[in-house]
């Protein structure tokens, strides 16, 4: 691991900041660093607004997309709600299909098959709503490169609106309306929406021609706050606006289907990381292991007797996903040795036994043994399909678009991204692949690292000091939870390997004087157990303790030398 100290920001700001807010230079320092440097500004994000939400209208062609859908309504045409089968499009077509429907009956929802159709529009669901009398389709977190499949529809008198959030070719599609504030004659204030965001900035569209206002949209904010949650974009702007109150309506109002989801937990009050890793990885193993539908099901039911049924499938599902990329990842892991790639600046695999739905979790998994840019292929129809993960600081997407020559279709992100190529030019991407990561990439950034927000005194860890630190949440992409290092620290005697294996480590640490001791918890850092004998640096985020009842600030600790 390489720790990194973030660089010191403008003392002046630090200084104002800290006077006008009353908190100590530290907070104000990590605060600076956020680019939150007013009063103002920090009002902004300590008190997130609906108010604040920016006006749907200025993403381009949203009048289109609106003046569209009216007509449909009026002329009493069928629409078709189509999203792509992972988390952010399956909460996307939730949410604008349980809008619709509020108020119009003809709406109807289609997630494409992972397996048969693949990611995205498909000529097979055109199929279906040309066969089921459908004039209008509204695509969710997909679209933006399906330019084929935008002219098969005109062709067929069916319309589009997309609403996408992935990066667009040098083409948009021939469609009535593209909604993506990454369009670069796109002059929206804020780009990093996800295709539900993309999707909610509709139907608050919409819902302003009905006389209505944002509160009369907040139920539908847990769906938002899953997806920003799950598509790991931005806590910034309006995501974290969005993620803010939809947190509070999961943890309040939720609809049946999460409830369904979490009712089980012991848990009083979810977070954003409880999103991620509890909410996200159930909906989505609808879409890896069975289909979609089941997720949209579930989402936009109003029974919740029905909706816990519909949660014990998508249990089962989960399971079966969890079991299935551990054996994936152990045959990635032999397959690299095997082909003595253990030192190359990437690691590319491939099995066409492989199941598609958790070759992106085994990509993801992978880059944790090898850190460098990882891509997973199996064998989908005639064709290979892969998911691809980076490292920190490298974007993949740009390295597989210097592959193109090898490559059929592809999209995403810097971090991630999808791609799908004929059997016969697996090598040779491959290879290209190598070069093109060993020619561009930094080497360093093929070391894990810890980027500390600041140096910290133990004796600075006051209640009040904490609170401050929980107001930042939500926590995500560019608002992360803040990392501290405390140099020269002592373990009490009473630390220990803790776990079953003995792979994680229990500390009770303190600096200087020992009367003022932390509880310390470092998951899977048992092996670093003999550092604790004598004096050592720790960097750490902080978290509440509950044990016995008893509540107390402990320390996470991420590394420790």
């Known amino acids: 691991m390489r720790w990194t100290l973030k660089p010191e920001p403008k003392k002046e700001f630090v200084d104002q900041l800290a006077k006008e807010l009353f908190i100590d230079e530290t907070l104000a320092k990590i605060l600076v660093q956020r680019g939150i440097t007013t009063f103002k500004e920090a009002k902004t994000f300590f008190r997130p607004s609906l108010n604040d939400l920016h006006d749907p209208y200025l993403l381009k062609d949203m009048d289109l997309a609106v003046g569209r859908i009216e007509k449909a309504i009026e002329n009493g045409e069928n629409i078709l709600v189509f999203g792509d089968y992972d988390v952010d499009g399956t909460t996307a077509v939730s949410l604008v299909s349980s809008y619709l429907k509020s108020y119009y009956p003809n709406v109807a929802t289609y997630i494409p098959d992972r397996y048969e159709e693949g990611y995205g529009v498909s000529f097979q669901g055109i199929d279906f709503a040309h066969d089921n009398d459908f004039s209008l389709i509204i695509a969710l977190d997909c679209g933006i490169k399906a330019i084929d499949k935008v002219s098969y529809a005109k062709v067929k008198d069916i319309d589009f609106i997309i609403c996408d959030h992935h990066k667009p070719g040098d083409e948009l599609p021939n469609a009535i309306a593209v909604l993506n504030a990454k369009r670069i004659d796109c002059t929206y204030p804020y780009d990093e929406l996800c295709g539900c965001g993309v999707g909610f900035k509709l139907i608050q569209a919409l819902a302003s021609k009905r006389n209505q206002t944002i509160e009369d949209l907040i139920p539908y904010l847990d769906l938002v706050a899953t997806a920003i949650a799950a598509d790991i974009v931005p806590i910034t702007g309006e995501n974290r606006i969005l993620a803010y109150f939809g947190l509070q309506v999961i943890n309040s109002q939720s609809r049946n289907g999460i409830k369904a989801l979490i009712h089980q937990l012991q848990k009083k009050e979810l977070t954003i990381t409880d999103v991620v890793f509890i909410i996200a990885p159930r909906i989505n ?185 929980q107001q930042m949440a939500p926590f995500g992409p560019l608002n992360m939870k803040p990392v501290f290092k405390t140099s020269s620290v002592r373990d009490n005697g009473c630390g220990k390997k803790v776990g079953a294996d003995e792979s994680h480590l229990k500390l009770n640490v303190f600096h200087g004087s020992p009367d003022l001791v932390f509880g310390a918890i470092g998951f899977g850092l048992g092996s670093k157990f003999e550092t604790t004998q004598n004096e050592f640096d720790v960097v750490y985020t902080l978290d509440e303790n509950v044990w016995n009842g008893k509540t107390s600030i402990q320390l996470v600790l991420k590394d420790l030398k």
């Open 285 to 469: 193993a609808a879409g890896r292991m069975k289909h979609g539908n089941y997720a949209v099901e579930l989402l936009t039911e109003m029974d919740f007797d029905a909706a816990v049924e519909v949660a014990s499938s998508i249990e089962k599902f989960n399971s079966d996903r969890k079991e299935l990329d551990q054996q994936i990842t152990k045959s990635a892991l032999y397959q690299i040795e095997d082909n003595n790639e253990t030192d190359t600046f990437t690691t590319v695999v491939f099995n066409e036994d492989w199941h598609k739905g958790v070759i992106g979790i085994v990509a993801s998994r992978l880059t944790e043994t090898y850190y460098r840019p990882t891509i997973v292929f199996t064998k989908s129809g005639d064709k290979l399909a892969a998911s691809a993960r980076s490292v920190k600081g490298f974007d993949v997407y740009n390295a597989i678009e210097q592959c193109s020559e090898f490559i059929e279709q592809f999209g995403g992100h810097k971090y991630a991204a999808g791609l799908t190529i004929l059997p016969e030019n697996y090598e040779n991407f491959k290879f290209k692949f190598e070069e093109v990561v060993k020619t561009t990439i930094d080497k360093e950034l093929l070391t894990p690292e810890i980027t500390i927000d600041a140096e910290l005194e133990l004796a600075d860890i006051t209640p009040k000091f904490f609170r401050i630190i």
